[in-house]
């Protein structure tokens, strides 16, 4: 039987310049979410906060963020995207304790290669949102956890979006996606390779 994708994909018209831009964000299925006691039930579907992207957005869920590694982020570049962003838990709140450090170490690690190789670190960003890790546990302990203040989670989601956005507004195209349609014309493009369930396998 074929695991379900987590992929979500929102088609936002194009700029008014024309440039379709791309943008592949892996998010940590655990971010932002409320408590819920372990089961033996069947995976539900992971609850995400609601981001308005700015630009059209390929949003790929992964159970941890580390679980990404660094082949994951240079594929997406790969594909065609101008800019690829990772948002994980914060602080000490992961699921998998040292995930979201993982994972830190991974993208300062492509940032490098990135960098060496002329596109730029700019091009991959890391964000933070609340883990739920701590709720968890007590919602599968029975206790009530504590309430979380929706507006900081606003603002943080508020500010994934404006950097986003700020950061589009300087970076060019990607030179990869700009190669492989002058190299191969009508070619069918790459940008929906899936790394959904590469990352959940691992």
Known sequence: MNKQKEIETEAIPQDEDGRNATVSVFICANCARPGKAATSARRSRPMLPEFEWPVPVRQI????????????????FESGADLVAVIAC????????????????????????????GLGQ???????????????????????????????????IASILEQTAKALEILPPNPLRLMDAAEAPGKNSRAGTDTANDIGDQ
């Open 61 to 76: 869920t992964v159970p941890c963020a580390g679980r990404i590694q660094p082949e994951h982020l240079l594929k997406a």
């Open 90 to 117: 914060e602080g000490e709140n992961c699921h998998y304790i040292e995930g979201s450090k993982r994972c830190s170490r991974r993208v300062e690690f492509v940032q490098s290669i990135l960098e060496e190789i």
């Open 122 to 156: 700019e091009r991959l960003r890391m964000f933070f949102l609340p883990g739920s890790a701590a709720e968890d546990m007590l919602a599968t302990a029975g206790k009530k956890e504590e309430t979380k203040d929706p507006e900081s989670l606003k603002h943080k």
